[in-house]
Every structure is written in structure tokens, then in C-alpha cells.
């Protein structure tokens, strides 16, 4: 221990310094999750419960699921191929590309929501010719799936890009050497690599597509028991003056995205080195 | 919570994505929920939530008892401007319930779904229900106020959604404005009226049910200038106890508008029952329906019945103020217009 005084030793310094710290996430954090879990039982257990058992929360729930099922999958897939692209290949149009997987991160929602608007809305680019061959995109399943596909576009990739470059590509030059194909290099060399990462990612961009809000509001059209998420549902209850029913699906919410928090913390703990830095946002 | 299990016991190999995605094709394909005999879609706005939720159980089953035929009706509501906006970009309602007519006119002249003259095809303009725009406060008007004049002092707080998006919103600014009209001011008067009232809103929600919602459940304001629709359902929703109605000396006849929007309906195959749902709206039991809910009926026996409900206001129409939707629009809520002029949002 060194003898001279460091900034924050004082204590006075320091018990403010913590007081302000438990302060703002007493009032950030804890107190709206317990004002949340207070308003969701404000009728009691049974009340709780019984808002779960309603055709159109029931329905939120399913389509929010629904959209999870296909933008995840689509996402990995898609954040795999940049990933490999970006971290082990140079081309042309590089950084190009890993600006444009970034730009989702960047624009407001509910603009993305508009732009699909534009593009598949009836009077849009793309929406007569869908309309001719009676596909509805907009103001139905396809739409919401496209809206969040845009917003968690970026949420595979960016875990994997870092560890990808990270690791190098020595493995798979190696394997190459010893016979192996593209696809078996891949299969065998590289994804064992990064498998956790991968995992990672997926359970983020999992969270964002079922939180997602301005977008899919954008392109829902809010039919009840139909295009209704999750997030929409609580609104939509919360404004019918059902504050049970909205705080209820509201924690479900809550509870999905503490899962994948205690899920992310765990993964972290067990495979922190396999992780690289990657792990430490 | 199926899903998350589903990814964390497979190990690490692309077996489990190309598994994952045959599971969500299969859902996929179940998706499309099997439809009813005949499904209509009501493109509606936001403070006709309990009223249709209640009516289209009403019309069904006396659909079914008169047909033989069963259907269901999807709601979808925000707020009008928003719903119409929704319905020209593609939004399949086979009728539309809106706030006030302009916003079918401009489905009407956009989109040709149905032809311009829709308002000739139903009675009383296809309003079938009325409503008007008074003052909501808290337990006991705490501030005081009791007319117009009251909502431009400088310690009043007024909450009321945003004329550019919310059909509420356009009916209680031209209430604000013709009420000065109407006794007496000149239109400079009145602009510079509204410019001061705009001025004590903190906050422009979108659609009528959020401002609502910021008044009674989010407690802010002094004064919520809205439907008298909402103010009295608010009031029953929440306790008689925390809130007082404010009936001003004079405002605005509010005819909300319904239409079936006859591309889409032909579409669906659905004209018929589209037709009979809003035709039922007429009915004295449908009128019941609706009074019920706060809206004014145009059947007199029914509206007798809910004399008590609705105060006796002076009311003014908008062809007898303003010249009708179209000039009103144009002068007030196109970009530039006098909203424009006078919104500068407060603090």
C-alpha cells in the first residue's frame, strides 16, 4: 500500500460517491422493476394470471415468438457470413460494408419502420407488385419480421467480428494445407471457435427482436389478436386502461429479458477466455 | 422462453441453425390462423376501443341469428390521422371508423378505396354517433376554470393531443377557435386565442387515448381538452371521485365518420357484411351501443333515454364556422397552415 493519498480516499468523497451511485440505480433500475411487479399483482395473483389467459395477449405473445423464431436464425446465419467475410478475407469495399452493418445500430426505428413503409406500403416501390400477387408484406407478419430483421441485423456480427479477428486465420490456413475445403474449414476449424460468442450474440439480438418497438409499431397496424407484439400489447392494454394486463405482459417482458441477462452472465463467467473482449461490454 | 432453452442445449455447431430454421418455417406455415366464416377489419381510432369492442360482439351475434352466417371483426386503432395515413399505405380494414370525415376523404382521394361522395351513402352524413370536445379537471377544480377563458391564464396547464396525427385534436382546436368566432372576436382574436392556449400544452401526444392517459393515469395537466366521450368514460373508468367534468358555454358539433371502403371489401368478399355492420350502427340498438358508451346518439328516443349522460351545451358545426372540413384543413392543419404558425412548443 502506498503511503500518499489518491482522488476518492477521502471519505466523505467516497460515501457520496457511493450514496449518488445506489441513489440513481435505486431510482434507474429497482424501483421501477418492483413498481412494475406491484402494478402487475395490484389485483391479486389470480388477476395476474388471468390477464395471460386473454385471445389477444395470448396472440402478442405468439407472433412476438413468431418473429423471434425467424429473425434469429436469419441473423445468425446472416451475422456468420459477415463475420467470416470481415475477419478473415480482405476485399474491396471492407470497410464499406462493416459501416453498413452498423447503420441499423444508428437510425431511429421508427425511421426504419417508415423506409419499409415506403418500400412495401401499397402505394409504395415493392407493395403493388406484392399486392397483385395478394401478399400482404406491410400491416402484417412478413412486415413485422422485415422491421425487426433491420433493427437486430447488427447484433450477431458485431460479437463475432472482434474474436474472429482476434483468433486470426492461422487455423483455417493450416487446415487448408492439410486438405480441407471451405465449407469443412469452416465446419470444423472455425466455428468451434467462436461457437460461445456465436451463442452470445444470438441471445442479444433474441432480446432486441422481442423488445422491439418503434419499428414494428410503424408496421403493425395495431389489429388486435393479429399484429400485435409483446411491446405493443402493453401499450395498447395500458391505454384500455387495463393496468393489470399491461403490467403483466410487461413483466414477461421483464422476466425474458433477466433470462437472457442470467443466461449472458453465466457464459460470460464459464468461457471468458474463449469470449476475448468481445465478452467485456 | 422455448426458444432460449432451444439454442442453450444444443452444442455449438450449424446442425442446431439449420434446425432452428426448419422449427420456424413449420411455425410459419401454422401461422395464418385458420379465418372465421366472414372477418371484417375495423380501421378505427382511438377512443372508440370499448365501443367497438362491445358493438362487434352485438353485431355478430345478430348477424348470425339474422344469416346463418358467422363473423368476427379485428379491431385496429390509433390515432386518425395515423389510421388513415395506414389505410392509404395499405392497412386491408374493410370499414373505417375515423374521428372526423376528412380523414376518409383523404383515403378517399389517395387510395380510391370507396368513391368521394361516401358521406351521401348513410344517413346523417355517415356519422351515425356524435360527440363534442369540454374540459376534464381534477376532484374539485382546483384551478378554477369553467369556460375558454380560463385555459389561456398562465397558471393553467392544458393536456391535448396533436392536431397534425389525433382527430380529438383537430376538433378541440377548431372548438377553441370557433367558440371565439362565435362570440364575436374576428379571426385575428381567435388566432391569437389559440396561440395562447397551445402555449399552456406541456405535451402533444399522438392519438386522443394517449393524452388522455397523460392526464388521468400520468397525472399531468390542469385541464384535459378532449372528446367528452373520453372524459366521461374516463371518469367512469377511474373513479367519479378524482375527476369533475367541465362543460363549456359553447363548442364544437364532432361527428366522427364511419365508411366501408369498398376495394378492400370487394376484395375480401365482405361488401355485404361490411355494409350491414355499419347500417347496424343505426339501429336502436345500436344506437344503445353507443350511447352507452358516451357517444351522442341521432336516434331521439335513445338519446332521451341517455338525456342525464350529456350536458346541454351550444354547439357549433364546421360548415356553419369554418366552411367545412376542407377549407378548415387548409387553413389550419396543412404544413404552414395556422398551426404551424401559432405551435411553438412550450419550455
Known amino acids: ?113 417508415l423506409v419499409f413503409v415506403l418500400i412495401f406500403g401499397s402505394r409504395g416501390w415493392l407493395g403493388p407488385f406484392f399486392a397483385a400477387h395478394g401478399i400482404k408484406v406491410i400491416f402484417a407478419f412478413p412486415g413485422m419480421v422485415i422491421a425487426t430483421l433491420f433493427v437486430t441485423i447488427a447484433f450477431v456480427a458485431r460479437q463475432l467480428i472482434p474474436l474472429m479477428q482476434q483468433q486470426g486465420r492461422d487455423e483455417e490456413e493450416a487446415a487448408m494445407v492439410l486438405g480441407a475445403g471451405g465449407f469443412r474449414t469452416f465446419w470444423y476449424v472455425t466455428l468451434p471457435n467462436i461457437r460461445w460468442a456465436l451463442v452470445y450474440g444470438v441471445l442479444l439480438c433474441n432480446a432486441r427482436a422481442m423488445g422491439e418497438f418503434g419499428a414494428v409499431s410503424v408496421v403493425s397496424g395495431h389489429i388486435r389478436g393479429q399484429t400485435m407484439t409483446m411491446p405493443l400489447q402493453v401499450l395498447a392494454l395500458y391505454q384500455d386502461y387495463d393496468s393489470v394486463g399491461a403490467f403483466a405482459v410487461a413483466s414477461l417482458l421483464a422476466f425474458l429479458a433477466v433470462v437472457t441477462l ?15 473482449y468481445a465478452g467485456s461490454l | 422462453m422455448g426458444l432460449l432453452s432451444f ?40 377512443a372508440t376501443r370499448e365501443l367497438y369492442a362491445d358493438y362487434n360482439q352485438v353485431f355478430a351475434a345478430q348477424w348470425l341469428k339474422q344469416t346463418g352466417e358467422k363473423v368476427t371483426i379485428a379491431q385496429s386503432h390509433a390515432g386518425s390521422g395515423d389510421q388513415a395515413r395506414a389505410v392509404i399505405d395499405g392497412l386491408d380494414g374493410d370499414v373505417a371508423t375515423l374521428a372526423l370525415s376528412y380523414d376518409i376523404d383523404a383515403i378517399a382521394e389517395k387510395a380510391k378505396l370507396l368513391p368521394t361522395d361516401w358521406q351521401t351513402r348513410l344517413p346523417n352524413n355517415s356519422a351515425p354517433y356524435t360527440s363534442t370536445i369540454i374540459f376534464l379537471v381534477r376532484k374539485g377544480n382546483p384551478k378554477n376554470v369553467h369556460d375558454w377563458n380560463d385555459l389561456i391564464r398562465s397558471d393553467v396547464k392544458v393536456i391535448t393531443p396533436n392536431p397534425k396525427t389525433s382527430g380529438a385534436a383537430r376538433w378541440a382546436y377548431l372548438a377553441a377557435w ?146 367545412g372540413w376542407k377549407k378548415a384543413n387548409d387553413a389550419h392543419f396543412i404544413d404552414g397552415a395556422a398551426f404551424d404558425q401559432i405551435y411553438t412548443p412550450s419550455k
Open chain 2, 178 to 323: 370557433g367558440q371565439v368566432l362565435k362570440s364575436g372576436g374576428t379571426p385575428e382574436q381567435a388566432k391569437d386565442y389559440v396561440a395562447k392556449l397551445y402555449h399552456n400544452v406541456p405535451v402533444l401526444d399522438s392519438g386522443g387515448r394517449g393524452a388522455t392517459n397523460t392526464f388521468v393515469q400520468r397525472r399531468q395537466g390542469d385541464v384535459l381538452l378532449s372528446w367528452e366521450n373520453e372524459a366521461l368514460l374516463a371518469a367512469r373508468q377511474l373513479g367519479q371521485d378524482q375527476f369533475d367534468v367541465i362543460v363549456p358555454s359553447s363548442s364544437i358539433l364532432a361527428e366522427p365518420s364511419v365508411a366501408v371502403l369498398d376495394v378492400n371489401a370487394a376484395k375480401h368478399g365482405t361488401a355485404k357484411e361490411a355494409e350491414a355492420y355499419l347500417r347496424f350502427l343505426y339501429t336502436p340498438e345500436g344506437q344503445d351501443i353507443a350511447a352507452k358508451h358516451f357517444f351522442r346518439p341521432r336516434n331521439a328516443e335513445v338519446a332521451a333515454r341517455y338525456a342525464q349522460n350529456f350536458a346541454d351545451v351550444k354547439l357549433f358545426t364546421i360548415d356553419d364556422v369554418f366552411g
Open chain 1, 1 to 113: 500500500m502506498s503511503n500518499h493519498r489518491r482522488p476518492g480516499e477521502n471519505r466523505i468523497v467516497r460515501f457520496f460517491l457511493i450514496a449518488a451511485a445506489v441513489v440513481l440505480l435505486g431510482a434507474m433500475l429497482v424501483a421501477p422493476l418492483v413498481l412494475l411487479l406491484a402494478e402487475a399483482f395490484g389485483k391479486g395473483v389470480a388477476a395476474y394470471f388471468d390477464s395471460f389467459s386473454k385471445p389477444d395477449t395470448v396472440s402478442a405473445i405468439i407472433q412476438t415468438l413468431l418473429i423471434a423464431a425467424v429473425v434469429v436464425p436469419v441473423n445468425t446465419v446472416f451475422g456468420l457470413a459477415a463475420a467470416w467475410c470481415i475477419a478473415k478475407f480482405n476485399f474491396p469495399g471492407k470497410t464499406l460494408l462493416v459501416s453498413i452493418i452498423d447503420l441499423p445500430i444508428s437510425v431511429s426505428p421508427v425511421v426504419a419502420g
Open chain 1, 262 to 276: 442470467v443466461v449472458r452472465r453465466v457464459l460470460e463467467w464459464r468461457f471468458r477466455a474463449e469470449l476475448g
Open chain 2, 7 to 46: 439454442y442453450f442445449s444444443t452444442k455449438g455447431n450449424t446442425i442446431t441453425i439449420s434446425r432452428i430454421l426448419l422449427v420456424a418455417t413449420a411455425l410459419v406455415a401454422i401461422a395464418p390462423a385458420a379465418r372465421a366464416d366472414k372477418a371484417l377489419l375495423n380501421a378505427s381510432y382511438d
